[in-house]
């Protein structure tokens, strides 16, 4: 490896997401291990501004792969989209002697790094951490696989007051733009009707299916919904509709909100931070630079950043395929 490379800048950004610390943990452990120094940034690009900066060691890192959210805070700074924000950023790195960034977010932390480097040439690598699995280049993202399953147990448990009163409900989960978290989940948890931005249902066909599982036995019902559903203006609206139109079905609307991001990651998740975070220090240590490291049919690989944020992550098809056969 080359070894120009002496200390590592290290931040979280956007939206928390459980395993991040898992990530944290395996950044400031491979830097010990290749014998480089790494500096924890508080409070994302913000932090970076203030020189809000704490040296880590392994020691620091000790105990946090089993806890949700993230040790290094996290906040979304309007003054880092400034020339003069960035200016102030890139002097406190330099001041603190680090020679490179490794970003641990989604979409908006990474062309955040992007446009670092394209002002002062700082090397930096993305580490994808988001909830939503909407990152082009890897089939998952941290924090995705655990908030699957704080959903599915949610669902779980809400089905049995729908089964008990004869209830539908309509149930909202995290993606304004994506539908990955609503269809997996929704097939996990048995829903039977997902509605995603991906795929508009449309009014008629939701109340036509929602009719034939009454005709066919069904005393209750869940229907996933993805925030970003473009069916209604939104869910409290689309559940008033449909109980106008089958009054027979008694509706109710959970909106499962900012638990999907929180609790203790799951092992995939505490696995793949591990490994995102081990790759991201030894690309680094390379001499690369505008890389996404990502997970590929099980393999570690790395993506120009630039196409993690502008590529497209494409919705399952046969997974679609699948809920509508479920559906039955």
Do not use: W
């Not at 060691?57 to 946090?64: L, W």
């Not at 988001?130 to 280049?137: A, L, M, R």
């Not at 109340?207 to 019902?221: D, I």
């Not at 069916?231 to 689309?238: A, D, M």
């Amino acid at each position: 490896m080359g070894n120009k490379i002496k200390k590592i800048g290290l931040i979280t950004s956007g939206g928390d997401a459980p395993g991040m610390n898992a990530a944290i943990r395996a950044v400031v452990r491979a830097c010990t291990y290749y014998k480089v120094e790494c500096v924890g940034i508080y409070r994302g690009y913000q932090g970076m501004i203030e020189g809000d900066f704490e040296p880590l060691s392994a020691r620091h890192v000790s105990n946090i792969i089993n806890r949700g959210g993230t040790i290094l805070k996290t906040d979304r700074s309007k003054e880092f989209r400034t020339k003069e924000g960035r200016q102030k950023a890139y002097n406190q790195l330099k001041n603190a002697e680090i020679d490179g960034l490794i970003l641990i977010g989604g979409d908006g932390t990474f062309n955040g790094g992007l446009v670092f480097n394209k002002e002062f040439n700082f090397p930096c690598i993305g580490i994808p951490g988001t909830i939503d699995n909407d990152i082009f280049g890897t089939n998952y993202t941290i924090g995705y696989d655990t908030a699957l399953n704080t959903i599915v147990q949610v669902i779980d448990k809400i089905r049995d007051t729908a089964s008990s009163h004869n209830r539908l409900f309509f149930v909202e989960v995290m993606g304004r733009d994506a539908g990955f978290i609503a269809l997996n989940a929704g097939v996990g948890a048995g829903a039977e009707e997902i509605l995603i931005p991906e795929e508009n249902l449309g009014l008629d066909r939701l109340l036509e299916s929602l009719k034939r599982s009454k005709r066919s036995g069904k005393s209750s019902s869940i229907v996933v919904v993805a925030e970003g559903d473009k069916i209604g203006k939104n869910v409290f609206e689309l559940a008033d509709y449909v109980e106008q139109n089958l009054p027979q079905y008694e509706v109710r609307v959970s909106v499962l909100g900012h638990m999907q991001r929180g609790g203790s990651p799951s092992c995939f998740d505490r696995v793949l931070a591990s490994r995102l975070g081990v790759k991201a220090v030894e690309l680094l240590l390379d001499g690369k630079t505008n890389l996404m490291v990502g997970m590929v049919n099980n393999e570690i690989e790395a993506v120009e950043l630039k196409d993690a944020v502008k590529g497209r992550h494409e919705i399952d098809k046969e997974l679609l395929r699948v809920s509508d056969i479920m559906s039955i």
